[in-house]
């Protein structure tokens, strides 16, 4: 069972940026589709970005043009750039495959600042 851990969460002000990184215990090219999720207190979890082992990539509209999913295969590692942070994108987030099986990281919280 590969393993997915999270890292790179932080505290940011407003108008700042991080990279989350996912590091797979595994080969991620069997994945197909690989993600990032993201919960807030009080809320769902709701799919923020995905890539496909061909690079096409698809955004949750509240972050189209400010975070950049991709991936190394060769790393089996899967980042997100997140650039422009608001308040709300205060939330944990979460590396994960569910297209492929019950495969999720630990979390990362990111906590943005105003």
């Known amino acids: 069972q590969v393993q997915l851990v999270e890292s790179g969460g932080g505290l940011v002000q407003a108008g700042g940026s991080l990279r989350l990184s996912c590091a797979a215990s595994?080969?991620?090219?069997?994945?197909?589709?690989m993600g990032w999720y993201r919960q807030a207190p009080g809320k769902q979890r709701d799919l923020v970005a995905y890539?496909?082992?061909?690079?096409?990539?698809n955004y949750a509209d509240s972050v189209k043009g400010r975070f950049t999913i991709s991936r190394d295969n060769a790393k089996n590692t899967v980042y997100l750039q997140m650039n422009s942070l608001k308040p709300e994108d205060k939330a944990v987030y979460y590396c994960?495959?569910?297209?492929?099986?019950?495969?999720w990281g630990q979390g990362t919280q990111v906590t943005v600042s105003s």
């Open positions: 994960a495959a569910p297209w492929h099986g019950n495969y």
């Open positions: 595994g080969s991620i090219l069997s994945f197909n589709v």
């Open positions: 890539i496909t082992s061909g690079g096409s990539t």
